[in-house]
């Protein structure tokens, strides 16, 4: 598949703690996002050269993430620096896993799916958020936008008002109800599946708690809603182990 350009969401920052790690499919590309020690986000090609396991299923150490088959460890460059079956081997440098530039802004973790680093600017930098949760929809992205622009969400601080979709670009819609705001950032993971990493556009001293479960509640009925409302034929591809949150 040709890889989508410009900055793509592939996971909250809230849900990768300093050195976890986790398997993301982007339009049926497998990346591992993971977090070295000292905080920093990195995206990578999630397979192994040596056996193609998967990275997302190892184990982070300082900053190097090891292959949970053979131990193999890898800098944050992709570069092997460790085999434990040949301790005293100067690894080779072909042997490296490809590497995806990487960001993170409003609350989310962004990759290119390649070495470059996009020219524009994350869409829609907003000056503080609140993490909410990522949501897994069997329905494909022009389908929940289409439910999107005429959805009516419940405000928090105002529970009335109506509701305003915008599509800030591709990858980052919002919904506004009164003063409160989701923002969305959109990552395809196949034609028939999308994942929404979602945060409130406010501050946590507003938010936090309360405020994060009324519209997580809301997500996961208009989730059921769009998998009950969406064509039969959107909804037919499997899911991948990869892919469940």
């Keep these: 598949m040709t890889a989508p350009t410009g900055w793509i969401p592939v996971a909250l920052s809230s849900e990768i703690e300093a050195g976890a790690s986790a398997g993301a499919v982007v ?48 800098d944050t460059a992709g570069q092997c620096r460790y085999i434990p079956a040949h301790p005293d081997l100067d690894v080779p440098q072909t042997i490296k896993v490809p590497t995806y530039a990487t960001k993170e802004a409003n609350g989310i973790i962004w990759s290119t799916l390649s070495d470059a680093v996009a020219d524009e600017a994350t869409p829609g930098e907003t000056a503080e958020v609140t993490p909410l949760r990522s949501l897994y929809v069997d329905c494909p992205a022009a389908f929940i936008r289409e439910t999107l622009e005429s959805a009516s969400m419940p405000g928090f601080t105002e529970p009335e008002g109506e509701t305003i979709f915008a599509a800030v670009a591709d990858s980052v819609w919002t919904l506004t109800t009164g003063e409160d705001r989701l923002y969305i950032g959109v990552q395809p993971v196949n034609p028939s599946q999308t994942a929404l990493h979602v945060v409130i556009a406010g501050p946590q001293a507003t938010y936090a708690g309360a405020g994060q479960a009324h519209f997580s509640t809301w997500l996961e009925t208009l989730r059921r809603s769009l998998e009950d409302g969406a064509p039969e034929e959107a909804t037919s591809a499997p899911m991948t182990t990869a892919e469940v949150a």
């Design 27 to 74: 339009d049926g590309r497998e990346v591992v996002v993971w977090r070295d020690t000292s905080g920093v986000a990195h995206a990578w090609e999630d397979r192994c050269p040596h056996r193609g396991m998967r990275m997302s299923f190892g184990f982070v150490r300082g900053d190097h993430i090891a292959c949970l088959y053979h131990g193999w460890q890898y």
